[in-house]
Each structure stands twice: as structure tokens, then as C-alpha cells.
């Protein structure tokens, strides 16, 4: 009777320290979650379209706040959107011009800009727009995606970024002044 008792004794505390290490585990770990239909610019409380910001974290939002602040933790949601083909639910679309935008084109626009330094220069090999999609055919950008898409499908676009971050990803520090994302070292 006394081995059972002390048995069941270890097992209430083996238990215990496996679910304080999971509760533990579970509540410092962060799961990022991005609705980018809400990154676009905010105007007197209205969602509007921009053209003249060339990269999106550059536009003011609440969103954006987040992203950032989710700082490389962001980079693989965001690239694991790019195969999203929901359509943002907008006003208006977040780039204007660019009709029925989707969270993936979102996302893909956004990775693109996150590796852009304010001069327009990529800051890690291949990860610029044409690297990414081919030359540009003198379409509009959302020709241009879509075409790419169309012949390759959105699956390619993610497998694109999936490897560049798979090659980088360590290698990658958030530029404050710049507001982007370069490689360690790099200037």
C-alpha cells in the first residue's frame, strides 16, 4: 500500500511539472496573426489608398504597429500568406489602382517592402520585386503579379520566399533608420 501511495505521489508531480512547463511554454510563446486589410492608410478615421508611399511600412497604422513589432517573428506569417487568396475586405484597395487585392498580394508587397531600404535598393539578393516576379513587361505591378501567378501559381511565390528566409533569415537584423530588414554587417 505505501509503494502505491508513493507511486501515485511521483505521478501527481510528474504531472504537475508537465503541465506548469506546458501552461508556462504556452503563455510566453507568441502566435502573430496580421489582418491586412487593416494596414492601408487611415485618413480622418476612413481607410484610403495611397501611391506615393513606395513601401507599406512606411504607411501609418495600427496594423503596421504590430508587424513591426513582431519584428523577424513577422516575416514567416507574412510569407505564409502570400498563398492567401481571400480578398481584403477594403473600401477602398490599400494600393491604388490594384483591384481585387487579396491578403497575398498584400503580404507579398509588404515582404517586398520589409527588404527595401528608403532609397528603393533591396537589401537582400533576390528578394526584390522583379527578383521575385521576372521583369517587369512594362505591366502595372498587379499585372505583373498576377501573370506571374497565373504561369507559376501563388504556391511559387511563397516557395520563393521560403527559401530566401530559409538562406537569410538568421542572418538578418531590423534596420531602425532605414526601416527594413538587411543583412548582419551589411550597410
Not at 29 to 54: M, W, Y
Not at 57 to 76: F, H, N, R, Y
Request: hydrophobic share 40%.
Amino acid at each position: 500500500m505505501k509503494d502505491r501511495v508513493a507511486v501515485n505521489r511521483v505521478c501527481v508531480v510528474a504531472l504537475w511539472l508537465v503541465a506548469t512547463t506546458l501552461s508556462t511554454a504556452q503563455s510566453t510563446a507568441r502566435t502573430l496573426h496580421f489582418d491586412l486589410s487593416k494596414i492601408g492608410l487611415v485618413v480622418n478615421g476612413e481607410q484610403v489608398c495611397d501611391d506615393g508611399t513606395p513601401r507599406m511600412q512606411d504607411l501609418p497604422s495600427k496594423m503596421m504597429t504590430e508587424i513591426l513589432a513582431g519584428g523577424s517573428e513577422s516575416v514567416p506569417v507574412l510569407i505564409g500568406m502570400v498563398g492567401d487568396t481571400r480578398v481584403a475586405e477594403t473600401k477602398e484597395p490599400i494600393i491604388c489602382y490594384w483591384p481585387g487585392m487579396t491578403n497575398g498580394d498584400i503580404a507579398f508587397c509588404l515582404l517586398v517592402g520589409l527588404f527595401t531600404d528608403e532609397k528603393g535598393r533591396t537589401t537582400i539578393a533576390g528578394a526584390g520585386w522583379n527578383d521575385m516576379l521576372g521583369s517587369d513587361l512594362n505591366l502595372p505591378a498587379w499585372e505583373q503579379m498576377h501573370s506571374f501567378n497565373r504561369k507559376h501559381g501563388k504556391g511559387a511565390l511563397q516557395d520563393k520566399w521560403r527559401r530566401l528566409w530559409s538562406k537569410f533569415g538568421d542572418q538578418t537584423v531590423w534596420d531602425e533608420k532605414e526601416r527594413c530588414f538587411r543583412l548582419k554587417g551589411s550597410q
